[in-house]
Every structure is written in C-alpha cells, then in structure tokens.
C-alpha cells in the first residue's frame, strides 16, 4: 500500500515534468500547429489533474496513521468514477506515435529542440517519447500493485473486499484503454486491406466496425481431389493468401501491384479443420479446413500445407479457436495444468503473438515442437502464442497450485459474505469521513 502511494507520487512529478518542461514551452509552442500539439499531448492536462487529486486523498489516508488502514477503497472510487481520462489519452497513442515519428523526420526545429530539453538534469537521461507513454504504464502498474495487495490481504476480511472491487475497476479501465488502442489501428488496417483486394466472387464488405483482423498470411494448397494425390506432379501445391477476421475468413491469390484476388469467403463460425496423422515429408504440416458454408453456399474442403508445425497449429488455433487443444486451459478448475514463468519479455510481432512482461505466469494450452507454445496468461486471461525460449517451466505443483489459487481469488465472483463486508466497508468509509 505504501509502494502504490509513494509510486502515484513520483508519477504525479514526471507528468509535471512532461507538462511544465515540453508542453508549455514557449519554443515549442511556436514550432508546433495547434493540432500537433493537441495529438502529441492529448488530455494530458486532464490525467494530471485526476493525478493530483487521487494523490492528495492517497496522503491523507497515510497522514491518519502510522499504519495505513487502506488505499484500495481510494482506488476503487476513482477507477470508477474519475480514470475514464486515461481511456482518452491511451486511445490516442497511434495517432501519438506517429505524429511524433513524423515531427522528428519533418521538422528540424522539433527535433533540435527536443533533443535541447532532453538534455536537462531534470529528465534523468530520458527522452520525451518515456514522458508520453506514462500514462498508460500508470494505469497498469496500478492493477498490478492492486493485485499484490490481494495476495497479502486476509481472506474474507474487509480489506479483501475493496482490494477485489478496486482490481475489477482496474482491470475495465485497462480493458478499454486496451481496445481504444485497438480500434484505432484497426480501422486504418481495415481501410488498407480493402483497398488491396479485388473481387473474383461476389464482393464482401471488409470494413466494419465489429470487425478486425486476427491472422494473415501464405499458405500452400493441395492441387487437385484429395483422392487423386500423386507426388510425380511437379507442382503439388500453389501459394494462396488467407485473411481471417475475428467473423469472417477471406482466401485469396496474390497478384501483381501488391494485390490480392479474392476467390472464395466463408464466416468464421462455419470452419473446421483437422490436422492430417503423419504422412511423410511431403505432406508435413498439413491440414484440413473445410468451410461448411462457403461465398457459393456450399461446403468446399482446402488442403493446406504450412511451412512449419507451430505455423500449422497457429492457423489451425485462429481458424477454429474452439478445438480441443494439448492441453487444458485452467478455467476448467483443474487442480494442475503445465505452467511457464516470463524470464525474458518479449513483443508480439502478430495479431495472434502475445506480448509477454518479465515474471508473467501462463498455463499451457498447447505447444509445438519447434519452439512455439499457446498459452493463457493467469492475471487478465489473454491467450496467445509466444516462443518458448521466452519462458522456463515451473516444475514445482506446489507453486503451480499456489499460482492458480492467487488467480482464482483475484477473479473470484461475487458471494454473499463479500457482499455483507462490502455494506460494512461504506458504512466505515462514512465514519472515517
């Protein structure tokens, strides 16, 4: 509880940092359009504020005692009634980065300058793009201390209770910043992928706003019926581009001028695939998808070859993401399941990647054995692949079990008992008021 306050307040100085020494310069200000410099700051103004006042309250609490009786009630009321400021502002961040990227190719004023005030004791070696991305790594950070909380906190006690309601606010804030973030890139990606493609069948709309891309990419076909396979034929397979939306998938044949031929479609809810047993080098990595309802309102069967097994599992994981997997994921209340810790972070590099931090904990829910493991991240439930080399095993059950405990508490649901400390935690709030 102290880390979180002391932490708030060394954030609440480098966003007067960012505030006072970029954004209010006068220097800058005459460099800058006023609409760069709306993007490039955002509502920064307005999370400084929130800031301030949440620390103010945080101090208070520590004044009352020696021993501080509780912040997550704090956490709580402004997670659910004041942090929709970091939503604005971390929604913005495409638009952020890019403007800054382009600030510092486009104008050697900007960049001169920057690189000026850079330089300045104040900003600890740091440059402005660190003060910029503060925000969102606040908001996760409190999360993060809220969890820690819990873990230490007494079952069933009033302090459980506030711990478990400020990490539920918490992790909705993160959630939205998360797909404000999202669906800015993801109406540009669509508007991309639209203008690329050309229509051999009867055309589908690609843009919506409910939908987004999850995976892209070539693939081998099979030529010919499955029944007359032969491996004298000197082209076995032919390159198809595949498109699979979080709805709908979308096959494709590339064509000159960076285009792309689109000759079949099917909704997403209407694939299967199946992964054939081992049939010799040639067929390697191959696997069935059938589309049960296809653009000509039939069932059409692909055979497609991946240039990997983990290539295969990932397109077979995307396409029909309700397949039974190697493993079981441990919303299934299993009291084991293979787990890895993060001990090297890592970036993802496609929409079906997951973005690993250091000490994260996963269940495995597949793995591949060229180096590839399908994983369900324990505090927020994410799934995605990442590389094995990222993560070591944990072998110990005990630590597995504790792991899985830790989580089930974090997202335990509601029960009477919470509901009674609940009631008593208010009425304490008043009486400390």
């Not at 309700?322 to 919303?331: D, G, I, M, W």
């Amino acid at each position: 509880m102290f880390e979180l306050v002391t932490s708030e307040a060394s954030y609440y100085k480098s966003l007067s940092l960012l505030v006072s020494h970029f954004m209010e310069n006068e220097r800058l200000k005459k460099i800058l359009h006023p609409s760069e410099a709306h993007i490039l700051f955002s509502n920064v103004l307005d999370v400084m504020a929130v800031s301030e006042r949440f620390l103010l309250e945080l101090e208070r609490r520590m004044e009352e005692n020696i021993v501080i009786s509780d912040v997550c009630d704090i956490v709580y009321d402004y997670a659910a009634n004041h942090f929709s400021v970091y939503i604005t502002y971390v929604s913005n961040q495409t638009y952020q980065e890019r403007t800054y990227k382009q600030l510092l190719q486009e104008k050697a004023a900007f960049r001169e300058l920057i690189a000026q005030l850079e330089l300045d004791p104040k900003c600890r070696g740091l440059p402005l793009s660190s003060f910029l991305i503060l925000p969102f790594q606040r908001i996760t950070r409190l999360k993060l201390l809220v969890q820690n909380i819990l873990k230490r906190v007494e079952e069933r006690s009033e302090r459980e209770c506030t711990a478990l309601d400020a990490h539920r606010e918490l992790e909705l804030v993160v959630k939205a910043c998360n797909e404000g973030v999202r669906k800015m890139s993801r109406t540009e990606q669509m508007i991309s992928i639209q203008k690329k493609m050309e229509f051999k069948i009867k055309s589908v709309p690609i843009i919506s706003h409910s939908r987004w891309l999850l995976k892209q990419g070539e693939l081998q076909q099979m030529s010919g019926p499955k029944t007359s396979r032969t491996l004298r034929t000197k082209k076995l397979f032919r390159e198809i581009y595949l498109f699979l939306f979080n709805d709908l998938l979308v096959i494709c044949r590339q064509i000159p001028g960076d285009k792309y031929q689109v000759f079949d479609s099917a909704p997403r809810g209407l694939l299967r695939v199946e992964e054939l047993e081992d049939q010799g080098q040639t067929l390697a990595n191959v696997f069935i998808l059938r589309l049960l309802e296809n653009a000509d309102d039939r069932e059409a069967t692909y055979m497609l070859k991946a240039s990997s097994q983990s290539e295969m599992k990932r397109w077979m994981t995307s396409l029909a993401p309700n397949r039974r997997t190697k493993f079981v994921s441990f919303t299934s209340r299993l009291l084991d399941c293979p787990q890895v810790q993060c001990v090297h972070p890592c970036v993802a590099q496609q929409p079906d990647e997951l973005t690993l931090e250091l000490a994260d904990i996963l269940n495995v829910l597949d793995k591949t054995e060229d180096g590839w493991i399908f994983g369900e991240r324990l505090h927020d439930q994410e799934r995605g692949w990442f590389p094995s080399n990222m993560t070591e095993e944990i072998l110990n059950p005990k630590i597995r079990s504790q792991n899985l405990k830790e989580c089930f508490r974090v997202h335990k649901m509601d029960d009477p008992q919470r509901s009674q400390n609940k009631d008593r935690r208010k009425l304490g709030s008043r009486n400390r008021q």
